[in-house]
């Protein structure tokens, strides 16, 4: 009588069911969003080397 309640992943971001903790959509948004803030940094130059 011994029954194994299997835990439900969900996605931290959406909340969506998913095998990790982050779903594959949600990290290559994710993804795409850090490499989009990168170009605009490296594009205004580094603050720290008084590069304008």
């Known amino acids: 009588?011994?029954?194994k309640k299997e835990k439900k992943?969900?996605?931290t971001i959406?909340?969506?069911q998913s095998e990790a903790t982050?779903?594959?959509?949600c990290e290559?948004?994710?993804r795409?969003?850090?490499l989009?803030?990168?170009k605009d940094v490296e594009k205004a130059g580094?603050?720290?080397t008084g590069r304008r």
């Open 28 to 30: 290559e948004k994710i």
């Open 14 to 16: 959406c909340g969506k």
């Open 46 to 48: 580094r603050t720290d």
């Open 36 to 38: 989009e803030k990168k």
């Open 1 to 3: 009588m011994e029954e």
């Open 32 to 34: 795409g969003e850090a």
């Open 9 to 11: 992943h969900v996605c």
């Open 22 to 25: 982050i779903c594959h959509a």
